[in-house]
């Protein structure tokens, strides 16, 4: 129903900050909560944010807590990620994803919906 399209990615040095974002179509994007995730070789996919339907909630990982921010523009049919003060711990494949869900779910299991990804790449 919904279609997601990440963007943003790319190389930057530790301590630089970088935006995503998350492209969605559809009319009914206000009614989908939205998250983002990242998942690094040989690793799970782990949770990173996430942000209710009117943006009013947000739930972050303890790992990128007070680093990254979450927000949405409904306006515009996006979603951004905005990434401060990287590591190289940060590097992976980040996605972002859509449930129905009204809530700031930190639940993988909730979300429906997922992008292609975008390569975030942290170099020292």
């Known amino acids: 129903q919904v279609q997601l399209v990440e963007s943003g990615g790319g190389l930057v040095q530790a301590g630089g900050s970088l935006r995503l974002s998350c492209a969605a179509s559809g009319r009914t994007f206000s009614e989908y909560a939205v998250g983002w995730f990242r998942q690094a070789p040989g690793k799970e996919r782990e949770f990173l944010a996430a942000i209710s339907t009117t943006g009013r909630s947000t739930s972050y990982a303890d790992s990128v807590k007070g680093r990254f921010t979450i927000s949405r523009d409904n306006a515009k049919n996006t979603v951004y990620l905005q990434m401060t003060n990287l590591t190289p711990y940060d590097t992976a494949v980040y996605s972002c994803?859509?449930?129905?869900?009204?809530?700031?779910?930190?639940?993988?299991?909730?979300?429906?919906?997922w992008g292609q990804g975008t390569q975030v790449t942290v170099s020292s």
């Open positions: 994803a859509a449930t129905p869900f009204r809530g700031a779910s930190m639940t993988i299991t909730q979300y429906n919906y």
